[in-house]
C-alpha cells in the first residue's frame, strides 16, 4: 500500500470514529430528555419509592437536571468512572442546550467533538447570556484556538457577569494549596501547589539559601537536587519544636516475615500500595530523630467479628488494603476516603466482620441504599453488581468488567451472598 493510500485510510477511519461519537452524543441527549427531573427551583429534586432521586445540575444554567442515580447507570454503561463519565455527559448537555451552533458544528462534522467538549468546559460556569454570546461568536469553532477562546470566555464574563468576575478575582486566594503526591518506586513524590506570592517568593528565597549552604558545606549534587534537600531540611527543623510531644520523623512499620524474607532474598517494600525498595526503607529509617512504630502483621483472609455496628480500627484496615478503592464499577476512590457498607446489612444479622464490609464512597452507598443498585459477594473481595435496568458489572481487584444481561434469577437481591460470611 502506498503512503498516500495508507493515509487516506487513516483519515477514513478518523472520519468513522467521530461519527460514531456523534452517534452516541445524540443517544446521550435523548437519554437526557428522558430522564430530567423537574421541580420548582435549582435544587429540583423527585420522591421515588420513598428517596430522594436528586436532579444533578452537569452542565451549565439552562440545561436540563437529570436524575442521579440514572446517570450512574448511564456512565457504567457508557464504561467510564463515575467522575469522568458525569463530566462526559455533562459537556454533552452543555453542547446540546446551551451552545447550539458549537453542537451544530458537532453533528455536520465540521467540529470534532474532544474540541467540542474542551469548548463545553469553558462555557459550563458561565451564565446563560455569556454562554449565548460564547455561542454567537463561535459561527466558525473549527477556526478558533484555545488562546482566542480563552479571552473571548473572559470577555463574555466581564459583559454578562461583571459581579461574579469580582467575586471570583477577590476569592482567588481560598483556592490556595499544597498537595503531597503519592510515593513512586524510586521513593521520590511530587509537591505541587498554588501559593500567596509574597509566601512563595519568601519560600523560594529559604530554599535557596539553604541550597547554597549545602554547596558551601560539601555538598556536591546538582543546585535542583540540593533545593529538594533544602525543603525536606525546612520541614525537619519544623518536626524539632515537639509540638505534639514526640519529635522528628514518625513511621509505622509493619513487617511480613516469610522463608525468602530471613533469607535475604527479598528486596520489595510497599509505601501504601506502592512497591518500593528494602533500601530506601532503611534509608528513610536511619534518619535521625527518626519514631519507629512497628505494627503486627494484618492477615486480610481473617474473620473477626464483633456484635457491634460500629466498625473496629483494625477492620476498616484490613478492608481498605484488601480492596484498595471503591468497589462500586470503575469508581477509584480511595478506600481510607470511602464508607464501609455491611453488605448483610447488620439489622438483618449481617456481622461486623471484614469479609461483610464492602468500600463504597459516600455517592455510591447512596445509590445501593436508596435505588434499585443491587450487588452481591460471590467471593470475598469479588463483587457483581445489577443496575437498574439489569446490566450486570463485576468488580474485584483485577478492575471492572461487564457482563452479558442475565434474567432476574439471577439478579443478587440486597445482601444477599453466594458465599456466605464468617459466623459471629
Known sequence: MTSTALLADLRAEVRGREES??????GIVEWAAGNTVTGPGAGAATIRDGFVDTGLPIAGEGAPLVSEFALMELVAVLGRSPDGGRVYVGRVLECAWR??????????????????????EATRPLCPDAAAFVDRQLFNATGVGWAQLERLIAEAVIRF??????????????????????????????????????????????????????GRLGNEASLDVRRSQALGDLARNDLTLDIEGTPGRKAVLNIHLTNTTLAGSNPVGRWDQQPISAEQIREWLAQPGMSVTVRPVIDLAGHVPVTAYEIPDRHRQQVELRDHTCRFPYCTRAAMRCDLDHAIPHNRGGPT???????LCRRHHRAKTHSAWRYQVTKIGTYVWRSPAGFHFEVSHRGTHQHDHSDDREDPEPGVYRQQPAAR
Request: proline letters at 7%; hydrophobic letters at 45%; a negative charge.
Open 99 to 120: 451552545l447550539p451552533q458549537v453542537y451544530a458544528s458537532v453533528v455536520a462534522g465540521r467540529l470534532a467533538p474532544w474540541r467540542a467538549e474542551r469548548i463545553a
Open 353 to 359: 466482620c471484614p469479609c461483610n464490609l464492602v468500600p
Open 21 to 26: 461519537v456523534v452517534r452516541e452524543w445524540a
Open 161 to 214: 457577569d461583571p459581579e461574579r468576575y469580582e467575586a471570583e478575582r477577590a476569592a482567588a486566594s481560598d483556592h490556595r494549596y499544597v498537595e503531597v503526591g503519592a510515593p513512586d518506586t524510586n521513593g521520590l513524590v511530587s509537591i505541587d501547589g498554588l501559593l500567596d506570592a509574597a509566601d512563595g517568593r519568601d519560600l523560594d528565597q529559604a530554599i535557596s539559601r539553604r541550597a547554597t549552604l549545602l
